[in-house]
């Protein structure tokens, strides 16, 4: 663990952090502008994920860092994991719902423009900029600010500067404003079919052609020194005094709207139309990104480049899209590729680079694919190996040889032997040493190794001559030697025979290789299926894994570059420094410092996703043009050891909210609010801002004063910490952050308070009854001894009299924390204090399930269409029903059974241990209680409710030794009630596993839907009529399946 920092009380504010994110924004890489828009990763979020409604009308990042996105129907700030919306009810400053633009002035503050005003969002919270008196509402378009800070407002009723937080209106603009810039030559106001240009009190227009005087402006942009206008009829740049149209007409793109202009730190201009994006370069478009094209933003409407040189695009129907350039490059459908599998990938001496893909042979030449073999011209479709030389290329596939030569493809003659056999690699000799001829050809097969020399074809014998090994990779060593690795080992080439590779004994001795590499000082390095590396110094093997820092992978490829070891396989891409690769040899080092570049499963803090790489044997990859040139499952992946730059910016971490007692607080604009005597449960909520790859942010926490270390985060849990019954005292919170390439935050946010000491915990109290206890012993010193006696007990019963109104408190305080207020029930907090024990309990006392045959049961019961008795009866009707709902459900619990308040309208009951017979039993009594009973109103009316009840029975398994949690019960529950409420409410369901049920997947299966699990024979649904066909007796819970 990294050193804690030095820091500096009070939280960092905006004026203090802009300066510092604009500077690290400046070293940051923007999007490569050579690469095409399909290529560029991305990460969308819409409603799914907490924005409010599923148009980005804006975005922008605030001084904090925070991104925020404007909405139809609201305000959202991001911190990476999390939206937070805001709206008029939530926050009256804000004075309208429609967010129209969004703009962070140059001290970081956040201005709002909506369809009925402005706001402004900085260190103060959010305020609301006022209309000039007897105005309707204006109605915002754009927002500007001037070098020296001034405001300028583009609404439907003009233009208005700001000044004290009052919109004061400028005479001079046009009536009706779409967008506004400003720059040295003054104040830029698109209206319609032109612009105005203010300078100095004196307007000037530039109008659009004349056929284009009715056409509205929509945006205004500088750019390269030039002022870019764009409208509903197209793009426009400023020549001279007038308007120059650049023509935007592509296949899929016309000369229409334009709903944004942005332009990146790289250089390009994008442009947002009702048909897609389009990219220009130096005022010509480069790219342009349809329906047709991989990756399309549907309707784009706002762009933003963040700090971290990350590109937003907000869309009108698919809500906010994150790109950045990614360290890999990926050619394949759209390049012209036929079959995206591929299997392996090799460059002759002419330069040119061939890929075997799953249904033959490919060329890769001036950015396309062109198909030169099809799969049905060879032994096997699969081109599982190649070898490409100045004027043939050899075939290897998964039943034969093959050889293509000025255009034709045939079968060599000579190679029989083979014919039925896989070729995993394809090697030559390099001829003479005056370059005359060719030398021999090896070949890694199923069958073992074999070599063709004059024409001849030769099977290398192993030392058993009656063994059969699987060979996958051939090596050339620096002296001319040659090894071969499979399954079983390395073997030496010599002669005709395949001998061991004797040198070491560190080895295993069933190592199934699939591939050799020789460093340029001669060390060998092997790679297996066991995910571990071996390398060979000479003398002695040294077995690098993850534990020595090397990541898990099972390598197809090595190759060196840029001062790493790159290994390329089943995992992806990682790469590992040649120093400490050296050092660890040398036993200078304990571990190096690898690391995943491009990983197949998203792991966090492993690199971009993405699938790499195919196969096992020579031609898995090349280096050449310097990059990495590797097949995979969907064409071509090529990574430049250049282009891989980490994130350099660090985050910024904040303390955003205080949660004391049952009530949250937001500190980023207020003061900690102080704590009241006796409370001493408390809640922090953090944000840390980093948005390449947030999910692989690492925090880490502690309470000064209380805790003795830094606490992690765990990975994807919610960012807050809890503490409860602090002793009294003073602390500080702190948080710090690492982003997704280790950047540590240079300081941890801080929030210092204080928990008050109860009156009984004061110095005050202990010195005055320490005083009182001097003077009992006094005054008893000086009475005779026959009153001592009574003295002292008059004391014990003073003190047993504070103890017993202490514990009373203590008791009174602890019960009202567990107990919800309205129904009287137990409630979150109590669930989660006492399940632990009762699951623990459980599984002390019923061990041998199997005989007993006792479950606990989980009910999770919702009150169907309760939302109609609160809209018709009011939500103090809807309380009254709630408490009798309560009621009902705890005449039908048993003595050790409990009802908890889960939220709203749900409640869970938990059934201590009873037959599993039990299941429809419960979930039938509680379907009737409810629908049973009349619940009576206060006008004495009553209404008839049903519910729906989703039941879960713990264990799943009768004799598994690995349980679910109880979180993860009660979460089955839950799918069970969604399952019921989808198929007509009024009924009761349960997922019992069956014998084909993965316990370790059932919940994230779950999570996606249980229908394909039903349909597998993985889950039995058992549940009331209407839900699934009646059963009358469900039977055990099954076992689970053997292993």
Known sequence: MDDAHVTAKGPPRFKVLLPILLGMAANVLALAPDKPFHQYVQERWSTQAGLPQVSGNAITQDGMGYIWVGTQTGLARFDGTRFTTFTPANTPELPGVWIRVLRTDAKGALWVGTYQGVAVHDERGFRTITAPAGMPAPDVQDIAFAANGAVFVATEQGVFTVIDDRMQRLDSAPQLARAIWVNAEGVWIGSVGGVVRIKDGVSHNLQLPHAMSDVAITALREVGGRLWLGSRRGLFVRDGESWRQVPLQAPGFNDGLVTFLHDDRDGNLWVGTGDGLIRLRDGH????????????????????????????????????????????????????????????????????????????????????????????????????????????????????????RDGQVRIPEGFAAVANAQINGIARDPGDAAGNGRGDLWLATSEGVFRLRDNHLTHLQPEATDARIGVRYLLRRQDGTWLAGGRGGVWRLKDDRMLPFLAGDELPTLLDVTALYELPDGQLLIGGLTEHVYVFDGAHWHSLTPEQGLPANVPFFVTQADGFVWMAGIRGISRVPVADLQAFVAGKRKDVRGEMILNERGDLRSGQQGSCCNGAGN?????????????????????SPQEVVKNAVALTVFIERVRIGEHWHDILSAKFPQLQAGVRDVAFAFAALSYKDPRSTLIRYRLKGYDRRWHTLADGGPRQANYTNLPPGNYTFEVRAANDAGVWVAQPAQLAFTVPPLWHETASFRITALLAVLALLVVAARRVLRRHQLHETRLQQLVDQRTAELRHLNERLSETSQTDQLTGLRNRRFLESQMPADIGFYDREHPGLGKHERIMLFALLDLDHFKIINDQYGHLEGDRVLQQVAQQLQDLLRAGDYVVRWGGEEFLLIFRPMPNQSLAVIGERLCRQIAAHPFALADGRSVSLTASVGLAEYPLFQDAQARLGWEDMIELADKALYWVKRHGRNGWAAFRPTERTVLATLIARLRAGAEPMLLGGELQLLGSAGVVPVLDDPGPAPRPPPG
């Open 285 to 404: 478009p480069q790219e342009w990104v349809d329906a047709r094209s991989p990756g399309y933003i549907k309707a784009p409407l706002s762009a933003f480049e963040d700090r971290e040189g990350n590109l937003w695009v907000g869309s009108q129907s698919e809500g906010v899209v994150r790109l950045w350039s990614g360290w890999a490059r990926r050619y394949s459908a759209s390049e012209g590729l036929h079959e995206p599998l591929l299997w392996s990938i090799s460059s002759g001496p002419d330069s040119k680079l061939w890929v075997g893909t799953n249904d033959g042979l490919a060329l890769w030449s001036n950015g396309r694919f062109k198909t030169v073999v099809s799969g049905e011209q060879l032994p096997h479709p699969q081109a599982y190996s190649l070898l490409a030389e100045t004027d043939q290329v050899w075939i290897g596939t998964r039943s034969g040889l093959a050889l293509w």
């Open 619 to 639: 031609a898995k990859g090349v280096f050449v043009n310097e990059a990495l040139w590797l097949p995979s499952r969907d064409g071509m992946v090529v990574l």
